[in-house]
């Protein structure tokens, strides 16, 4: 069953950031959520993924998906290098190791696996969390601004790899940036807000 969200109402304090809100994806193809900066899109990715508890409304179709996730922020953790980042995600140490490993080498980290977030550089945090992703896998990547802080030459190479690893699967991203748009999307609903409104489809 394909995802849905279905009449979806969020509020934080006195501001209303989903409103009635209402929007069907397809099974697989990469589509984009593009607007202005706290419109509301972050929300709407959260509430998708379960991370966030919709006040009314629903998001229909979770039930039997995987779902790998890329946040705004890295979210990795501190302690651990970065195979072991990778792997945490994994039920199974040793096959996340290896996993770790090869996806760690694709993004041009190979030779960094056993250096922890505070000794790499923001970009190559970066590189670690969307190895991390791509490494689990999934049948819906929910990806949040996830080129972030990558210089132009490195963004194209991790766009190539992401559309590869997803194209059988429904790729959701977060983006106000029309080189990543252009890039990656099937379909893009033009979003503005809050409360999160669609505009255009594209």
Not at 62 to 91: M, T, Y
Not at 153 to 163: C, D, E, F, W
Request: aromatic share 6%; glycine share 10%.
């Amino acid at each position: 069953m394909p995802l849905q969200v279905n009449d979806a109402v969020k509020t934080y304090g006195s501001e209303k950031v989903l409103d009635g809100f209402n929007m069907n994806f397809p099974e697989k193809g990469t589509v984009c959520l593009f607007g202005p900066s706290g419109c509301g899109k972050t929300t709407l990715l959260n509430c998708i993924a379960g991370l966030e508890k919709l006040d009314s409304g629903m998001v229909s179709g979770r039930r039997g998906h995987k779902f790998s996730c890329v946040f705004q922020e890295d979210r990795l953790l501190p302690w651990l290098s970065a195979r072991e980042n990778i792997a945490a995600v994994f039920h199974n140490r040793k096959t996340g190791l290896c996993h770790a490993d090869e996806w760690l080498e694709k993004v041009g980290l190979g030779g960094k696996e056993a250096k922890r977030p505070c000794e790499l550089s923001g970009g190559m945090c970066r590189r670690v969390a969307i190895a991390r992703a791509l490494a689990f896998g999934g049948d819906v990547f929910l990806l949040d601004e996830p080129f972030q802080r990558l210089d132009s030459k490195t963004r194209s190479k991790m766009i190539g790899l992401v559309r590869e690893k997803a194209s059988e699967s429904l790729c959701i991203l977060v983006t106000h940036d029309e080189t990543e748009r252009r890039e990656m999307a099937d379909i893009t609903y033009i979003l503005e807000g809050p409360p999160l409104k669609t505009i255009d489809i594209v």
